[in-house]
């Protein structure tokens, strides 16, 4: 069975811009959750989709959001960048239904400029 | 707020020694999840404790959740330097609803 899969890896953006990151979950995991890593804040919880509607959001302001498609993949964007968003954005997928065991995916490293 | 607080930050030890590391909130918590992550990946999944008391043995980890369910301990025996990595404590929310990182343990084991 494959494993979470982000896309990109990488990414190098300037403030101002807006960027797009993508995360497709494990086969038959209806459930997405988005976290930001740093290294002051640790691993901060972003949001959650489940069958296509948010289920659980964080504290983050309104320039990050996401969606999730019919099948399972999700979008995370954050729109005009600031330098403080430079992080590892990881996703994480489960079934959604019971289980909470969370597989997680290997990160976009997002470096703002 | 739930928070999660873990000690120490820091370990460096050498092969074969003993450790432990600590997972302390003042919240209760339905179950807490321990993950390990190397550098350049997302954190796996070690294991998750549910009922409060409980012991539960991965080879040469023991991980304890405590009585009242608002902490929890990670005990390494003969480290060996596969074992270095990010340990992170998560304690799962309403049954799953939420999860609370704690800011982790860097452990480096030295051969």
């Known amino acids: 069975k494959a494993g979470v899969t982000q896309t990109p890896r990488y990414l190098i953006k300037t403030r101002g811009q807006q960027v797009t990151l993508s995360c497709s979950p494990i086969s038959g995991h209806r459930s997405v959750s988005w976290y930001q890593q740093t290294p002051g804040q640790g691993l901060q919880f972003l949001f959650e989709?489940?069958?296509?509607?948010?289920?659980n959001k964080g504290n983050f302001p309104g320039r990050f959001s996401g969606r999730q498609f019919s099948n399972s993949r999700s979008e995370m964007n954050v729109s005009t960048l600031e330098l403080g968003d430079s992080a590892l954005y990881l996703c994480?997928?489960?079934?959604?239904?019971?289980?909470?065991?969370?597989?997680f995916g290997p990160g976009t490293r997002l470096t703002v400029t | 707020t739930q928070l999660l607080e873990q000690s120490p930050q820091f370990l460096s030890i050498q092969e074969g020694e003993n450790l432990t590391v600590y997972c302390n909130s003042s919240?209760?918590?339905?179950?807490l999840q321990w993950y390990r992550q190397e550098p350049g990946e997302g954190p796996v999944l070690l294991v998750t404790v549910v009922t409060g008391g409980e012991v539960k043995k991965l080879k040469r980890l023991t991980f304890q959740f405590g009585d009242a369910r608002k902490d929890s301990s990670l005990h390494i025996t003969a480290a060996q330097p596969g074992d270095t990595g990010l340990y992170l404590c998560a304690g799962v929310v309403n049954y799953g609803q939420n999860f609370v990182f704690g800011p982790g343990t860097r452990l480096s084991v030295l051969p």
């Open positions: 994480a997928s489960r079934t959604g239904t019971g289980g909470h065991e969370q597989y």
């Open positions: 919240s209760v918590f339905s179950s």
């Open positions: 989709y489940f069958s296509e509607t948010q289920r």
